[in-house]
């Protein structure tokens, strides 16, 4: 454990390990800050779901709201949202107390809970949930404090932070896991596989039969997907091996971006809204206060998973480096 704190903390090039544990601790701050101003945004921007909560019909109630069969649904539902928005009212001006934090992630399980209590559970809110229980377990109130923080605090709340990467990069990886699955179920089977030229635009044109949206680029991506295969390999890739890369700093800006681009592109095609993920892979990717504040394309490379070993090991990187 001693290990990977001075692994997060500093990487092998800083002049000044006490200065970067210092900026890493204030940016890790504000990725935290900003994260529990997103609650309530999200409440604001969704009454339109959770107007009918108020007064629902007939539920199949989830374990996490099993509670109001007893004091009946919609005398409690109310009463659970007023709670609820309380409560995240409360993380964006006092994230620093722990009570609070778990008061929140209490708050989103319950909310959830009642909504996915009419219908199919979806995994849109599933990466707030989780990260929001890692806040609020693991990183200490000290982290919202990083300009007072002892040195072992901000350790402690950097490895809060990169607990929360590692379990979003885990959800991508096993969905490429599933994707490699299926693929190779579909290939026993004689059918497309999501590696054929043609699995992006066949992908595309079965979610648009099936809910007939007005996609912005369905058709555009239907009538060129050949050419745009390589996208789909892309995505595999990147998502398969998510969580190597929250394991190499270098690569934490690349996967973010990466990442991002597939849920914009998935929206402007299947019209699949992931924006919670978006603001998630924004705050702890994009913004990542592990990756190097420098660019550099060699290093970079020679930390892609799969493809950076034999390139080191062929010595390619520094002969094309020298050369250009």
């Known amino acids: 454990m001693g290990t990977l704190r001075r692994q997060w903390a500093r990487s092998p090039r800083d002049p000044a390990p006490f200065q970067t544990l210092t900026a890493r601790s204030h940016r890790a701050e504000a990725i935290l800050r900003i994260f529990y101003a997103f609650p309530p945004f999200w409440v604001?921007?969704?009454?339109?779901?959770?107007?009918?909560?108020?007064?629902?019909?007939?539920?199949?109630?989830?374990?996490?709201?099993?509670?109001?069969?007893?004091?009946?649904?919609?005398?409690?539902?109310?009463?659970?949202?007023?709670?609820?928005?309380?409560a995240f009212m409360l993380g964006a001006f006092?994230?620093?107390?722990?009570?609070?934090?778990?008061?929140?992630?209490v708050a989103w399980l319950e909310v959830l809970g009642l909504g996915f209590s009419f219908g199919k559970i979806h995994h849109l809110n599933h990466g707030l949930l989780?990260?929001?229980?890692i806040?609020?377990?693991?990183v200490p109130d000290a982290a919202f404090r990083a300009h007072s923080a002892t040195r072992t605090e901000r350790q402690h709340g950097l490895l809060g932070l990169h607990a929360a990467m590692t379990m979003l990069a885990l959800t991508y990886s096993l969905a490429g896991v599933g994707k490699l699955l299926g693929t190779a179920y579909?290939?026993?089977?004689?059918?497309?596989?999501p590696l054929?030229?043609?699995?992006?635009?066949?992908?595309?044109?079965?979610?648009?039969?099936?809910?007939y949206p007005e996609s912005i680029l369905g058709g555009f991506m239907i009538e060129y997907g050949v050419w745009l295969w390589p996208m789909m390999l892309?995505?595999?890739?990147?998502?398969?091996?998510?969580?190597?890369?929250?394991?190499?700093?270098?690569?934490?800006?690349?996967?973010?971006?990466?990442?991002?681009?597939?849920?914009?592109?998935?929206?402007?095609?299947?019209?699949?809204?992931?924006?919670?993920?978006?603001?998630?892979?924004?705050?702890?990717?994009?913004?990542?206060?592990?990756?190097?504040?420098?660019?550099?394309?060699?290093?970079?490379?020679?930390?892609?998973?799969?493809?950076?070993?034999?390139l080191r090991r062929q010595d390619f990187l520094r002969r094309w480096s020298s050369s250009s």
């Open 186 to 193: 579909q290939a026993a089977l004689g059918q497309i596989t």
């Open 135 to 138: 806040f609020a377990a693991f």
């Open 234 to 310: 892309a995505t595999v890739y990147i998502q398969l091996f998510a969580l190597v890369a929250a394991f190499r700093p270098r690569l934490h800006r690349l996967w973010g971006v990466g990442l991002m681009g597939f849920h914009v592109v998935t929206a402007l095609t299947m019209t699949i809204d992931f924006s919670p993920n978006l603001i998630l892979l924004g705050l702890l990717w994009l913004a990542s206060p592990f990756a190097p504040e420098t660019f550099d394309l060699r290093a970079l490379a020679a930390d892609l998973p799969l493809v950076g070993r034999p």
């Open 44 to 86: 604001v921007t969704h009454l339109d779901l959770l107007r009918p909560l108020l007064d629902p019909q007939a539920p199949f109630l989830r374990w996490p709201v099993a509670w109001m069969a007893w004091v009946g649904v919609s005398t409690a539902a109310p009463i659970l949202l007023a709670l609820a928005l309380g």
């Open 94 to 105: 006092l994230p620093e107390h722990r009570a609070i934090r778990i008061a929140v992630f």
């Open 130 to 133: 989780f990260t929001s229980f």
């Open 196 to 211: 054929h030229p043609s699995a992006l635009a066949r992908h595309i044109a079965d979610r648009l039969l099936q809910t």
